[in-house]
């Protein structure tokens, strides 16, 4: 029977009766739906609305059907379930009888699903910060061990200076990072607790929504009822912050892709998160990578599907709102995978680290040291950078790198070179001429790692994934 069968004479169309209910998805939903039924029992109490005794038979039969959905089998199995919230009514009733039927007193659907939905957000942001703060370790662990390798960096795809490998690798923690505190902020907006905005309109019984929303661990009750039970901007904003860890993870995996390819030689895939090609015998293809590239475009989508449901619908509760629920759902477990994936890859990738050193040693990837070593003599930088240029050129002309050309050549561009030239055009030197903080010279790298290590140290704590 449905839970508002009282005003029809008819029978539902079955197609629609069948195509209309969320509970073949928002059955995922049950352990919120109880935990906020068992909130909204304790305020009907406190109310006065149910005994003690009601309560007390109340919450252990929901406490019951939480732990029954772990192991009876075919307990979800109910084609007359509409939602979650019938399913659990249901079933409470089949346990306990009339009592069950005065859990609805109060209450609506429409502020269940909108509670229900931000405490699952709210558990999901703790989960994916969980797995954020294993990919954060992972690439931690790999640049402290890198220590003194450098690689190119690149500017449009152009090799443009050296950088430790461990330089290259904390911008993928930094980006990461901020995917984490953006987690954290939409977690902070989702924490509020719709109950007690009923229908639309407030709860037509004296509940205390305080009691209600510290029992479910938020922060405070929401303040409008009719915005509550119908926004859902922090399901947006939770999936917009998704689909940005989701271009991160994106980015990272097209550079590892490209540097595994024969023509850079970077990185050596890992077998375990390769796979081979059916047709061609020699292949081991980055899959993991770019399934996880292509994952990103599904989140993307997940985006503009919620942005789209709800633009354009007025105050409040519209059945529109269901259709947020399945998108939401993929972003979030979209999301868990591809950080899960992501963290054993780069535990497991191996760093060809000669490779790496020996595309930095052509390319004049330390001509801006040399234009700055001549500004450092008092040449301005336009000249500096012209000398430099035309000694390339020269270099180009002779196959040869610029720290081959003898003094006597190098004072054709400009008289400011001296013997010492040669020293700044090591590796080292060109390193250590970034000597800002945020740079590449080495002291700068060791402390970044150094700061990365006590934030990422925060974060395992607050999540209990100390190593
Ligand atoms: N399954 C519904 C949803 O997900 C629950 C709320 C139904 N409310 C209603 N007035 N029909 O949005």
New binding site residues.
């Given amino acids: 029977m449905k839970m508002w069968s009282g005003r029809f004479r008819e029978p539902l169309d079955s197609h629609f009766e069948e195509w209309q209910r969320?509970f073949p998805f928002?059955y995922k939903l049950l352990r919120y739906e109880i935990a906020a039924s068992q909130a909204h029992a304790q305020a009907l109490q406190a109310a006065g609305i149910i005994t003690q005794s009601e309560f007390a038979q109340i919450n252990a039969a929901l406490e019951e059907i939480n732990k029954s959905s772990g192991h009876v089998a075919d307990f979800f199995h109910d084609p007359e379930a509409?939602?979650?919230?019938h399913f659990v009514e249901k079933k409470l009733v089949a346990l306990i009888g009339e009592t069950g039927k005065k859990l609805h007193s109060g209450r609506?659907?429409?502020e269940?699903?909108a509670t229900d939905l931000r405490l699952f957000i709210r558990d999901t942001i703790d989960h994916l910060r969980s797995l954020l703060a294993d990919l954060l370790d992972a690439l931690l662990e790999r640049a402290e061990e890198v220590k003194t390798s450098v690689m190119p960096a690149y500017t449009h795809l152009q090799r443009a200076e050296p950088v430790l490998t461990a330089h290259w690798l904390l911008a993928y923690f930094e980006m990461f990072w901020r995917d984490g505190e953006r987690l954290l902020d939409c977690r902070e907006r989702a924490n509020e607790c719709p109950l007690g905005s009923g229908?639309v309109a407030g709860a037509t019984l004296p509940l205390d929504r305080e009691l209600v929303s510290h029992a479910l661990g938020f922060a405070r009750p929401t303040a409008n009822s009719m915005d509550a039970t119908s926004d859902r901007d922090f399901a947006i904003e939770f999936v917009n912050t998704v689909s940005l860890l989701g271009i991160h993870l994106s980015r990272w995996a097209e550079e590892f892709i490209l540097f595994a390819t024969q023509e850079y030689g970077f990185i050596t895939l890992p077998q375990a998160y390769s796979t081979g090609s059916s047709a061609m015998p020699q292949k081991q293809n980055p899959d993991s990578l770019e399934l996880i590239r292509g994952k990103a475009a599904r989140t993307f989508g997940n985006q503009v599907a919620l942005l789209t449901a709800v633009k354009g619908l007025p105050l409040a509760?519209n059945?529109d709102?269901?259709e947020l629920?399945e998108p939401l759902f993929e972003a979030a477990s979209t999301a868990g995978h591809c950080l899960k994936i992501a963290a054993g890859f780069m535990r497991q990738v191996t760093f060809n680290r000669e490779r790496m050193q020996s595309a930095c040693e052509s390319g004049f990837m330390n001509a801006m040291a040399a234009a700055t070593y001549l500004a450092r003599r008092g040449v301005p930088f336009r000249q500096a950078h012209e000398a430099v240029a035309q000694a390339v050129q020269k270099c180009i002309a002779l196959e040869c790198e610029l720290e081959q050309l003898a003094l006597h050549e190098l004072h054709e561009f400009s008289p400011a070179f001296e013997l010492d030239i040669y020293e700044h055009l090591k590796m080292q030197a060109v390193l250590a001429c970034h000597d800002v903080p945020g740079g590449t010279a080495p002291h700068h790298v060791q402390q970044a790692l150094k700061v990365a290590r006590e934030k990422l140290a925060t974060m395992q704590e607050a999540h209990g994934t100390h190593a």
Avoid: F, T
């Fill in positions: 969320s928002d509409e939602d979650v919230h609506s659907r429409n269940q699903i229908a509760y059945k709102l269901q629920q």
